[in-house]
C-alpha cells in the first residue's frame, strides 16, 4: 500500500514538474509607465495587449495563443503589457484609438507606433509576424 502511494506520488509530482514553463504563458507587466522605463533600458520594442473583462476573444487569446511555446518564446522579445482597455488602459486605448478587442500594439519606447493587430491571429502565425516585429529597427512602420 505504502509502494503504490509512494508510486502514485512520484508520478504526479513528475508530470506536475514536467509541465512545460512556457504553458503559463507570456510574462505581462500591467504598468504602460514601467514597460515605457524597460523598453527605454533595453531597446525592445512594447507589446501590449488591450482587452477587456467581457471579451470573448480576448479569452481565446489569452487561453490558446498566448501560451504557445512558439510565441511565448517569440515574446521574450518585446516588453509585454496588458492594459484592460476599460480600467488602467483607458486612456492609452482611447489616445491609440482602440475600439475594437483584442487589439495589440507594437510601440516604440517614445510610444509611437510600429505596427498593430486587430482581432485573434492564430498562434503560429503570431509568432512569425513577432518574429518580424522583434527585428524592426527603422523609422518606417511595418
Do not use: H
Not at 523598453?39 to 490558446?64: E, S
Amino acid at each position: 500500500m505504502r509502494m503504490t502511494r509512494a508510486i502514485v506520488i512520484a508520478a504526479l509530482m513528475a508530470c506536475l514538474s514536467s509541465l512545460p514553463a512556457l504553458a503559463r504563458g507570456i510574462t505581462w507587466t500591467r504598468s504602460y509607465a514601467a514597460a515605457q522605463r524597460e523598453a527605454k533600458r533595453t531597446g525592445k520594442l512594447i507589446m501590449v495587449d488591450f482587452y477587456t473583462d467581457w471579451c470573448t476573444y480576448c479569452k481565446v487569446l489569452d487561453r490558446d495563443v498566448f501560451t504557445a511555446p512558439a510565441v511565448v518564446t517569440a515574446s521574450r522579445k518585446f516588453v509585454n503589457v496588458k492594459l484592460n482597455a476599460e480600467k488602467e488602459g483607458l486612456q492609452s486605448a482611447r489616445s491609440l484609438g482602440v475600439t475594437s478587442f483584442p487589439r495589440l500594439f507594437f510601440l516604440k519606447a517614445d510610444g509611437t507606433v510600429v505596427s498593430s493587430i486587430r482581432g485573434v491571429m492564430p498562434a503560429d502565425e503570431l509568432a512569425v509576424a513577432l518574429g518580424r516585429l522583434a527585428s524592426y529597427r527603422g523609422s518606417k512602420r511595418l
